[in-house]
């Protein structure tokens, strides 16, 4: 018994392992390839569209002004942006440090919630942007991020010249990776989930994820789709599905770049990726019930990925180190023999491969600091976030049995 249950959790661990390595490889040649057309494709920015840059803003004085600062040069006509930071019941000094940008550049507006939208979370922050915005195409970006100059004009590039394409996600970066042990570590991982996730996904599949940042998405199908998902936390993965199934897809174009600032604690960090992990298993558990309804197949692939990562590959974890420890202490039958012992170390080998390979495309980031980082990573970091997906769905279960409200956390900012 034992050892079949061990035996299975190996199997969920070496496919997860084995899909990255696909993803990895795919996200590789997305990055050898991706600039190949950009030639081409500036030939039709010649008639661009209005844009409107959504900014929820709620209690962020200590990056709005930086954020603002950038997007005062992003270079994109004028006459056709409109940047609106939707201030969402702050109490601290953001609505009037945004009021001295939005009285120096007027293509910059300052717009405050109203009592049915206000104090609800981003996604009705949105929502609210969305009834206030005038643009044809609509591009969002979180309070803390300074996207490069050129960033708009690129995710409105991929929408130009992708007729398909629903929404274009560009590609973010940590603008603060070597504060701490813990940014160095968040840095790798988004370095991973950017090259792998997203690249390697769209490169196989023709998949992306809209992230909560650095998005354009054609107004004319978020005002089909109602707006934002409010009781959403992960309103980004929730609405990734909902585009899917109107019959378009979402381009990743990491040309378009924007630098964002990550969880120098670990209490930050925990309480922002307990809600992105209950998002997600929120997203999964409510498209899981229509799973053989939903119009395309390829998200019913995505939506089982998302089921096997936040379930079956962490319970794959879960049980096989609980079997190990158990035996330690108590004779349950379970034979550790040498293939198991080399199983384990290839595993942990190929983690490191994956992971230094990705590391590879961003050239700065490839270096032996990050080396020793990548191997520490995998028995701290990645372990710790076992420990909090299970938290996580014990608060959602908690969740869905007392009918409790869900309740958005904003994450604190670093000065």
């Not at 009021?99 to 049915?116: C, E, L, Y």
């Not at 936390?233 to 929730?238: C, K």
């Not at 199983?343 to 994956?354: D, K, M, N, Q, R």
Request: some cysteine.
């Amino acid at each position: 018994m034992a050892n079949g249950l061990f035996l299975f959790s190996l199997i969920m661990i070496w496919t997860m392992l084995l899909y990255h390595m696909f993803l990895m490889q795919g996200g590789f040649w997305h990055f050898m390839t991706y600039q190949a057309p950009i030639a081409d494709w500036s030939k039709k920015m010649t008639d661009l569209p209005k844009v409107s840059v959504l900014i929820p803003a709620h209690n962020e004085e200590v990056v709005v002004a930086a954020t603002l600062r950038a997007m005062s040069r992003i270079e994109y006509p004028k006459d056709k942006l409109e940047i609106l930071l939707i201030n969402d019941n702050s109490s601290d000094r953001t609505g009037e440090i945004a009021q001295t940008f939005a009285d120096k550049f007027p293509f910059i507006h300052v717009v405050k919630t109203t009592p049915a939208f206000a104090g609800k979370g981003k996604s009705s922050a949105l929502n609210f942007g969305l009834s206030q915005s005038t643009g044809d195409v609509l591009v969002v970006y979180d309070a803390d991020n300074t996207p490069e100059k050129d960033g708009v004009y690129h995710l409105v590039m991929g929408l130009l010249n992708d007729s398909k394409a629903g929404a274009v996600v560009g590609k973010f970066r940590v603008i603060n990776a070597y504060e701490t042990l813990l940014t160095r570590l968040i840095n790798i991982e988004t370095i991973c989930f950017q090259w792998m996730a997203q690249a390697g996904r769209w490169k196989w599949f023709k998949i992306a994820t809209i992230p909560g940042t650095n998005f354009a998405i054609r107004r004319s199908i978020i005002e089909e789709l109602g707006g934002w998902d409010e009781k959403a936390l992960a309103e980004d993965t929730e609405l990734t599905i909902r585009v899917y199934e109107l019959g378009w897809h979402i381009r990743f174009f990491p040309a378009a770049v924007t630098w964002e600032q990550e969880p120098q604690t670990l209490s930050v960090w925990w309480k922002q990726r307990t809600r992105w992990a209950r998002g997600n298993q929120y997203v999964v558990l409510k498209f899981m019930r229509q799973l053989f309804s939903l119009k395309r197949k390829k998200i019913v692939f995505d939506i089982f990925y998302f089921f096997f990562t936040y379930f079956l590959f962490f319970f794959g974890v879960i049980l096989s180190n609980s079997l190990f420890v158990i035996n330690l202490f108590v004779d349950i039958g379970l034979e550790v023999g040498n293939i198991t012992l080399v199983l384990w170390i290839l595993a942990f080998l190929l983690f490191v491969t994956e992971v230094f390979v990705t590391l590879s495309i961003e050239r700065s980031e490839f270096n032996s600091q990050n080396f020793f980082t990548v191997i520490l990573m995998y028995f701290t970091y990645s372990q710790l976030w076992i420990v909090l997906v299970i938290y996580s769905l014990y608060l959602e279960i908690k969740r869905v049995l007392f009918k409790q409200e869900v309740r958005w956390y904003k994450t604190d900012r670093f000065g």
